[in-house]
C-alpha cells in the first residue's frame, strides 16, 4: 500500500515539476519579442520635396500582432528617394534607436521588450533629399 502511495505521490510531483517549467518557458518566450514584419502596417508616410523647406519623413506606424500577449520588435525603416524616372538616388536605413525620438515615455520599453499589438507610433524623421528627388517608398525590415 506505501509502495502505490508513494508512486502516486512521485507522479503528482513530476507532473506540477513539469507544468511548472512549461509555464516557465512559456513565460520566457512570451517576454522575447517578435520580429515579424507581418506585424508591422505604414498607416501613412509623407515627405515635402520642395526645396524651400527643411525636409522631414513623417511615419505612422501601426504593430498588429495575431498573438496579443506577445510583443513585436520594432523594425529598421528604409528610404529610398527616386527621380523622376523613378531611379533610385538616395538609400537610408533608419534603426529603432534612430527613429525613435528620445521624448517618448517608453522608447526604452519598446526597444527591450517590443510593442504590444495595436499601438500606433507616430514618427518625423529629418532627411536629406538630393534636388532632383520626385518621390519616395518607405520599407520595414529586420
Do not use: C
Not at 500500500?1 to 513530476?14: E, G, Q
Amino acid at each position: 500500500m506505501h509502495l502505490r502511495n508513494y508512486k502516486l505521490f512521485m507522479l503528482v510531483v513530476l507532473l506540477l515539476l513539469g507544468m511548472a517549467q512549461g509555464a516557465y518557458l512559456f513565460h520566457q518566450w512570451a517576454k522575447v519579442p517578435r520580429a515579424d514584419i507581418s506585424h508591422w502596417r505604414v498607416e501613412y508616410a509623407s515627405l515635402n520635396l520642395d526645396d524651400d523647406v527643411s525636409h522631414v519623413l513623417q511615419i505612422q506606424l501601426r504593430s498588429e500582432s495575431q498573438i496579443p500577449f506577445k510583443k513585436s520588435a520594432l523594425p529598421h525603416i528604409e528610404v529610398i528617394l527616386s527621380n523622376i524616372a523613378g531611379e533610385p538616388l538616395a538609400y537610408r536605413q533608419f534603426s529603432p534607436q534612430e527613429w525613435l525620438t528620445s521624448d517618448l515615455p517608453r522608447k526604452t520599453e519598446w526597444l527591450t521588450h517590443g510593442v504590444a499589438s495595436q499601438t500606433e507610433i507616430t514618427i518625423a524623421i529629418p532627411i536629406a533629399v538630393p534636388r532632383d528627388a520626385s518621390g519616395f517608398q518607405v520599407h520595414l525590415l529586420y
